[in-house]
């Protein structure tokens, strides 16, 4: 783990993993990372930072039901601008998330 960081996450299937500072959104880690990743309003209202938890737990923050309802939480589902980790994640990339490590 890196210094100053609480947590990793490690994307699947590339197996990247970027360190995420305590408090910190799994996005704000991402692009503090130098990697890029879609995402749009990040208020947790559009739901273009969509990604899906294979391990670990996550504060899920503020965001609309609408987008994120109960049951795809329940089966992983999490938007990267709201969710805090709270252990550490392996997270599941999709071609939508448009994923791209740091140059």
Known sequence: MVADCSYTVRFNPLGDIVACRDGETVLAAIMRSGAKVMFGCRGGGCGTSKMRLISGRVDHGRCSAAVLPETEKIVGAFLSCQARPLTDLVVEL??????????
């Open 94 to 103: 999709t071609e939508t998330n448009r994923y791209r490590k740091p140059s």
